[in-house]
């Protein structure tokens, strides 16, 4: 099981890319997450209470709030915001999935963690492979990747990337499920507000909509969650992150499949470009 978790786990979690793009049909992305965060913070916090699980510090409640905003409110309001401006999901997962290479040079300098060479070299490729693909599809047609689009799937990056300093930072010791509850907690309040200033609280119940919210709730937020607190107790993290960089190709094969999006030939020989470079970054020395 400990084999097969990592792979379960990121199968389950490219599939976020393709729930934004059916949620965003029938709800706003910022109320579609509110709920979301909302239901998953209510779940998990009865499965902690009930497992009996270890509680938070009065200061690691700040930083784990601090470092949630960053994972979740900016980081999942910027991926549903681009996909419902039209991005591609799998262009979406592409740009999103940078979010290593970023936390990796942005740890260089501000925590003074070494870099090895391959892993500047893994930074480059991820870089050039983006841009390629980008380009391709803008050259091919410009449906779906406005500015707005842009901009918000980059500022989804850095809201990733500064949540995981923070978290790196400050949450090293932190137990792990309280945790995730004041991080979903926390990201939902802001969440609410955003959505009720900037779509002005747009949720229809539709199936199509409560069956996005109850597998984002059901698989991402709480068993996706689950399975990572699996690995970590068991000290099988690195697995996970060694195979986090494979959620953009898996996000671009569904969204081939169930939304008829597809890559030019030079998009996917930046596709796999950039994946290299992201799995360059991710690996450290002995």
């Known amino acids: 099981m400990v084999r097969a978790a990592p792979f379960v786990f990121v199968v389950l979690w490219s599939t976020g890319f393709v729930v934004a793009r059916y949620a965003t049909d029938d709800a706003g992305p910022l109320s579609f997450l509110a709920i979301r965060l909302s239901i998953a913070a209510a ?157 002005g609280w747009q949720f229809s119940a539709t199936t199509r909509s409560l069956f996005a919210l109850a597998w984002a709730v059901v698989v991402l937020s709480i068993a996706a969650v689950l399975i990572m607190l699996w690995l970590l107790q068991r000290h099988a993290a690195a697995k996970v992150s060694s195979l986090f960089f494979l959620t953009p190709a898996l996000s671009t094969i569904e969204g081939a499949i169930l939304f008829g999006e597809r890559l030019g030939p030079l998009a996917v020989v930046g596709l796999v470009v950039a994946l290299a470079g992201v799995s360059l970054t991710l690996r450290v020395g002995r």
């Not at 497992?51 to 709030?65: D, G, I, M, N």
């Not at 499920?177 to 990201?187: D, K, R």
């Open 43 to 199: 779940a998990l916090a009865v499965y902690a209470q009930v497992t009996h699980a270890p509680k938070l510090t009065r200061e690691s409640v700040k930083w784990a709030a601090i470092s949630g905003l960053g994972m979740h409110a900016v980081y999942l309001g910027g991926v549903f915001l681009a996909i419902s401006w039209g991005m591609p999901s799998g262009i979406g997962a592409l740009i999103a999935g940078l979010h290593p290479v970023f936390t990796t040079v942005a740890a260089r300098v501000l925590l003074r963690e070494h870099l090895w060479p391959r892993q500047w070299l893994g930074v480059a490729l991820g870089f050039g492979g983006v841009i390629v693909v980008v380009v391709d599809h803008m050259l091919g047609s410009s449906a779906g990747l406005t500015a707005g689009a842009l901009v918000a799937a980059s500022i989804s990056v850095l809201g990733m990337c500064g949540g995981t300093l923070v978290q790196r930072r400050h949450g090293a010791t932190m137990p792990l499920l309280w945790g995730t509850v004041v991080q979903y907690a926390a990201s939902a309040a802001v969440l609410l507000v955003g959505a009720a200033v900037h779509e």
